[in-house]
RNA sequence: GGCCCCAUCGUCUAGCGGUCCAGGACACCGGCCUUUCACGCCGGUAACACGGGUUCGAGUCCCGUUGGGGUCACCA
């Protein structure tokens, strides 16, 4: 049985990279019938880890990557939170210097740093000279008598190579000579990373670590904890990072002023925005942006288009086939397709795939979608009523595809508008009615006409205009621009027999009088 | 700087020695459709980083160069 895990730290949100690694940890798991478990790594706790780890796990759960075990749904292995493992991870220590691969060392920062100094400045590597390695009770006091405390540091092997099957990378060598003799216990007793994940991984029997790139490199340090220890090692696979905007940088939150310069980035960033006004969401640079997943989640992504994105950031199945659902990247994932090489975010590239899953989505859904925006914006009440409902979905079918993200129905806020209270675009106002030779009076005579119409429907309707034009013996152009900017104060939206077919007769007629009121 | 990793269109990628004067997608540029917008349809521009090998034959294997990146914490 296969088991993965995903071990986020709780910082308060959702990264977009560590979501892929995620979501190939979860993938590779669910094609191969193992377990996903996720663990928390807060060895170092410093805020309240409940209330930085919830957008983590909510974000998990909105892209449907779910978890056999760890935090809210336990586990024969538990518990997942780090910071309640120590005892474990005290043992190990303990049975590394019991085995002599670890040792008590009392030098001071301002030591270790010096040797570092001393080998830069005689250019060559520099190798820690455990003049301060206690390994007998006796030096342990002498030490001790100064003053000094103890931290725990591994007694890295100081000749031979490590060759290392890599799932991804193949096979990657590291002369351990050139590795340092890190510490796994600080000198309150608090413990490493490396060390904690090493023993956690053991302890709960991972078959697969399955992590970003920037691993690769701490890896000879976690193998020589594990095979002191005398564990079996788990397989390791290092992906690719997933890279800045148009760079091969690795993306980073602390980097976010770069990107808001990126006309795509900065594009999408904006396009947010614009829908957090309208529902009220207060919103920060640092929290709302396409890097953090909640982003997504707020102006109305569909998960499912988030995870096919991220799926192809990095893997792929062949030479053609991009569009897929979880079931059939279930189906097809496999580590051996995965690329070597990082590859960079691009959110436009994202957001067409959200447009393809949106097109893909039955109105009923997209109309469930978007209703809480609509309730957030004030524009229908909360909670919808029947009436409601049924007014958005004929929405959503009008609308076609030009719902992009369910945010994108306060675009349509006019029809939800009190007649009365319809602003108008006063350019596209003075140009399709007012100085348009003509529009007044066509949209008069075609306001008559209108009051005649019975079936109020987009085919009559559309049958109507067309013979109206064509006793008139105008060109549709004449009027039908007239006619959306009167009905809906705009010069673009719906077809206009939609509009006016979901307005329905009292209220297009009611438009349009205010229309010609204000000429 | 040491070590390690990586290198095909602007971007994501296919390619696992011949079927590649390199295929798909996004973006871009034309055109069509059209009541606006959004779709849709048709067409187009655009890449094997460079240099050596190996081979009858290299985008594909090897070496080097260049370039990019990661990592070198009592962070995770």
Redesign the pocket.
Known sequence: MFRTRFAP?PTGYLHIGGVRTALFCWLFARRNQGKFILRI????QERNVEEALAPILAGLRWLGIDWDEGPDVGGPHGPYYQSQRSALYQAAVDELLRRNMAYRDY???DE?QAE?DAAVGE?R?FVYSRRWMAETPDAQRRFEAEGRAA?VRLKMPRAGTLVLEDLI??R????WA?E?D??IQ??DGSC???LASVVDDRAMEITHVIRA??????TPRQVFIAQSLGYELPQYAHL??V?EP?????LSKRKLDKYFKNRDFASLVEHGRSIARRIGLETSPEEFNPVVVDFYREVGFLPEAIVNYLA???W?L???T?HFHRRELIEHFSLD?V??????F?A??LQ?FQ?RHM?ELPPERKAAMVIPFLERAGLIPAPATAADRARVEALAVAA???I?VAGDVLEFADFFTPDDELSYDEKAFDKRIRHSAGAVELLGRFRATLAEVELFDAGTL?RSLHAFVEAEGVP??QI??AL?VAVTGK???????DTLALLGKSRSLRRIDRALGRV
Not at 41 to 44: G, N, R
Not at 172 to 175: H, L, S, T
Not at 213 to 218: G, R, W
Request: charge should be neutral; proline fraction near 2%; avoid cysteine.
């Open positions: 730290s790594d807060d060895t170092d030098a001071t920062t270790i570092r250019k590597d931290v990378r193949g990657v060598e590291f002369a050139r340092q890190h510490v600080r000198a490493l990373y490396h790139e920037e691993h690769l490199s701490n690719p990072f890279a148009g760079s091969k940088v690795k192809l950031l990095g792929s062949d030479d053609k991009e397709r690329n070597k090489a990082p590859a960079s691009d436009v590239k067409s447009d097109q076609g595809d030009r992009k559309e549709i152009g039908i621009h959306r010069g673009v939206g719906l077809g206009m027999f």
